[in-house]
């Protein structure tokens, strides 16, 4: 559909006169007809879908029929699982990770979490974080908000596994190995709408026993760089790479 | 110089015997000879260079003369300048900057900073920040610290401009605008060691008297996706972007 610069700011209106070299490429040129529809660009980035519905001398007229909506969610549905951190750590996960496109996130007790927390704690935190997740994606004008899983006992997580279609699992080791080719895969690979979970571990890491269990169940282990990364700052490196990769540099 | 992959775990030892295939590589394929390098990988991934101290029989003497460093430091001296934003956020750009690579951190008060610290409290708060990054740094297992400065007045950030290569300009309106390209063209054509200033504003953004002079002085202004990022969000999504690309993906 044809795109039109406008000259000022959006101001709905019953109807736009467009003129001039618009109406000449519209009428003349492409030799548009009432009930066409183009785009409408205005100086402050607002676009509409115009319709016509009259073709006058020197002017045609067009009246709004929607907005174009510009698409804000990740093409990639990640999901941030993360052992159970301490202090409030899984707040600025949840909040920052809204920002940066998270489509869900897991909480899990992990071997190595310091924190033990029973279900009424859990239910309270799970609202907190709902909410915490909610204002985030609002203030990021998100088109979805996250949703909030905080699970009981690790068994859970390993039963959610199987409803995702990959599953990397960030791993110190791997970083300090200087694996840097799983990530990349992924993001080079993987088909709009995947289902990706990331999981992360407390800031005691990630146990083999644990390893283990993910990698039977196709875990991919990676690293994010040769830095070490704080447990609540690692999630946000492969959220930003998702963005930056399938956002600004392939689109 | 040549890498052999040892079949043990790294164990400091005063000489080592090569025998067998690797053996057989170095003296009868390479035709080395005493003093030769060569690098020994472990499968711990400890790398040491050795170099040959006897040629026997059927083994090859070699002793430690080295560890292998690997790289810790982003390829690009990322600078990050951030408009004095509320409460402890600049705390946590500091912390989370330099875990993800930042080169250095300045603090400048932008026309909508709320905070205004007076040159006793910016004293004391650099204090507090060196004392962060450093503690990140460290933990990160960075191989240096970054500098962190801070301003008394903008008319000093300004100032500074010159001493950067590329100069970044995190802008809500361009991100609003769909713009992806500039971030994306400087990681590709960065050469090693390009020194970027990336320019954040506070809770209230940047505003078009400072877009003028930033834009004046060469800052390209530049969108980090399609989401709004928090103030203290923004500078981690650019920072890992760097990284993906840098470190990741394009090695």
Known sequence: MQRYFMQSNYQPQA???????????MIRVMRMKPAERVYLVFTDQTTIIAEITEVREEQVLVKEVAKEVQEKELPLAITIASGYPKGDKLEWIVQKGTELGAAGFIGFPAQASVVK?????????????????????????????????LLENSGQLYQLLAQFDVILVAYEESAKAG???????????????????????????????????????????????????????????????????RELLVK
Chains 1, 2 share one sequence.
Do not use: N
């Open 15 to 25: 109807d736009y006169a467009l003129t001039g070299e618009i109406f000449h490429h």
């Open 117 to 149: 927390w029973d279900s009424k704690k859990l239910a309270k935190k799970a609202q907190r974080l709902e909410k915490i997740a909610q204002e985030a994606a609002e203030q990021s004008q998100r088109q979805v908000t996250p949703i909030v899983k």
């Open 179 to 245: 694996e840097g080719a799983q990530l990349v895969q992924v993001l080079q690979e993987a088909a709009v709408g995947t289902r990706i979970l990331a999981v992360f571990g407390p800031e005691g890491g990630i146990m083999p026993a644990e390893i283990e269990k993910l990698t039977a169940a196709g875990g991919r282990l990676c690293g994010l760089g040769p830095r070490i990364l704080r447990t609540e700052t690692a999630p946000l490196y492969l959220l930003s790479a998702a963005s930056f990769y």
